[in-house]
């Protein structure tokens, strides 16, 4: 278990360093105290599954993100990929 948390926390800190926000602002944006943050980065503090859902919403991420970094994105990819292998196939028929 403790590389899932270990992975949230580092991803927790990369989507809000990508968005430009400090701790503290994200505390506010997840209306929590604003040592929380700090020490779920820091892997001192486990959130909760609202408090999870709270923080991918305020980083504008898919919660999965925050367990596999841009793993939405790939699921998009996934999705464009086959759309055109099926539309590809389907010329040929």
């Keep these: 278990m403790e590389n899932y948390l270990e992975d949230f926390r580092l991803n927790i800190k ?3 360093e990508q968005a430009g926000i400090s701790q503290t602002q994200l505390s506010i944006l997840c209306n929590c105290g604003t040592g929380t ?7 001192k503090a486990k959130p ?7 923080i991918a919403d305020a980083l504008k991420v ?6 596999v970094r841009d793993s939405s ?5 996934l999705k464009e990929l086959l759309r055109t292998e099926f539309e ?3 010329a040929r028929l």
């Design 62 to 67: 898919n919660p999965s993100d925050l367990f």
């Design 88 to 90: 590809g196939i389907l």
């Design 48 to 54: 909760s599954f609202d408090m999870m859902i709270r």
């Design 37 to 43: 943050i700090g020490g779920i980065e820091a892997g």
């Design 14 to 16: 990369y989507y809000r």
């Design 73 to 77: 994105k790939e699921k998009a990819l």
